[in-house]
């Protein structure tokens, strides 16, 4: 039977990744708040198949935990690299940009100093309370299988995302064939095949391209690259296009009708799914050095192509595919497949237990209040705050780190009921809305 604790909390948060972790540090220094927030794994580790050396990340090291909110807050990236006595060492460096696996330590030293944050703990579920008292019971079950029940009037859910595989994919070797999220504890199974093939364009198919590309001569194995896309599309980067991730256009995009929502952000793949342009040049110059005299590059780059399904032939896999522009179909053989096809918000089997508590649109999405509460059907005093899922609502830039401070202000000011941080009207050049 579960211990229940009988204390009631201001905020629980489900799931610690950057969001989650960002507001835990943000509380942190707001002595009047109650909180804890309880993740699966035993300790942080953000995407940890693609910290793959010499990747960057995309945002620069301002968008850290807090530094936005408030940049003298100790949990602050600068900080950590002041109590890493590496001071020196990154003002020498002259980036704005950190390596992806500097980025997943500073988060891990952050979550290691926030007693808020429990790790080893899965939320099984969500169930809201009206009696004397109105709360939100939250049962949550360690790795050894003991379950304790917590009450708290609030709760945030940052559940992040899930790999995406396509279902003719699925059921095969998980060694063989697997997504990108995968692909550092699979290196050395890649290195060790004759043939080697990564299916999609975005970010991480080239990150695992370019990879890849880096040892195939050394091992000899046949290397090819497979989108349905019409090319290797480079990332939308100019400054001004940077300013769709800001709070001014998530304001504007949220107050647009929900129709026009999804047809604006089925156009803004390249804000956020192309490949920046740093790794584009990086595999550009590498095939160029690799052509250089009379030797035949054992690479192959295949544009508009879709890949309609995989069978296991031999050793090997068979790739269904189809030249969409052409209309010619085709069949590609390779012994281990890599597919970058993307994430999927998670969205937790506990759900179902808030399914009449929550609002739903028609495509069985949350739906949201412009300050990240979930829509409820009944009139009480707890609200659910939501990171993940909100595309829909609010934009292109809802996963960006560089808007996760920006999110949790809102976030701690509604929870507050006043303005802790400050939210500036207007933080960017142009003008999305009209001016009046």
Request: glycine letters at 6%; one cysteine or more.
């Amino acid at each position: 039977m579960a211990q229940q604790d009988e204390k009631i909390y201001d905020l629980i948060g489900v799931g610690i990744g950057p969001f989650n972790l960002s507001l835990a540090a943000l509380l942190d220094e707001i002595d009047e708040t109650d909180t804890l927030f309880f993740e699966k794994k035993e300790h942080f580790d953000w995407h940890p198949g693609m910290l793959i050396e010499g990747t960057k990340l995309q945002v620069p090291f301002l968008a850290d935990l807090v530094t936005m909110a408030d940049p003298t807050n100790k949990h602050s990236f600068l900080n950590y690299i002041s109590e890493n006595d590496r001071m020196y060492q990154f003002y020498f460096l002259q980036r704005l940009d950190i390596p992806r696996r500097e980025y997943n330590d500073y988060c891990q030293w952050a979550a290691n100093r926030l007693d808020s944050c429990k790790f080893g703990y899965r939320v099984t579920s969500i169930q809201h309370v009206r009696e004397d008292e109105s709360y939100f019971l939250v049962d949550v079950e360690n790795n050894a299988g003991d379950s304790k029940t917590y009450r708290t009037k609030h709760v945030v859910m940052g559940t992040g995302s899930v790999p995406a595989m396509p279902k003719s994919f699925k059921g095969l070797s998980n060694k063989d064939v697997f997504h990108t999220a995968d692909y550092v504890q699979n290196q050395d199974r890649c290195t060790a095949a004759k043939s080697v093939t990564v299916v999609g364009s975005g970010q991480s198919a080239a990150e695992t391209f370019r990879e890849l590309l880096k040892e195939q001569r050394e091992h000899g194995f046949r290397l090819d690259w497979i989108t349905r896309s019409s090319g290797f599309a480079s990332m939308e980067e100019s400054k001004l296009s940077l300013e769709h991730f800001s709070p001014d256009y998530v304001n504007y995009f949220y107050k647009l009708p929900q129709e026009d929502k999804d047809k604006i952000f089925a156009t803004q793949g390249l804000y956020y799914k192309g490949i920046s342009n740093h790794t584009i040049e990086d595999i550009y110059n590498l095939l160029y050095e690799y052509s250089i005299g009379d030797d035949e590059l054992n690479v192959g780059l295949q544009v508009l192509t879709e890949v309609n399904g995989v069978k296991q032939k031999g050793d090997g896999y068979v790739l269904d595919c189809y030249h969409w522009q052409k209309k010619e179909s085709f069949q590609h053989e390779s012994e281990v497949v890599i597919t970058a096809t993307g994430y999927q918000p998670n969205i937790p089997e506990f759900i179902h237990y808030l399914e009449d508590f929550l609002e739903w649109d028609d495509r069985g999405r949350y739906k949201v209040e412009a300050d990240y509460r979930l829509k409820k059907t009944k009139d009480v005093p707890n609200e659910i705050y939501v990171h993940s899922g909100i595309s829909h609502s609010h934009g292109v830039g809802s996963t960006n780190l560089g808007l996760a401070v920006h999110r949790n202000k809102v976030i701690i000011n509604h929870l507050m009921g006043r303005e802790v941080f400050k939210i500036p009207a207007k933080g960017i050049f142009q003008s999305f809305d009209v001016q009046h």
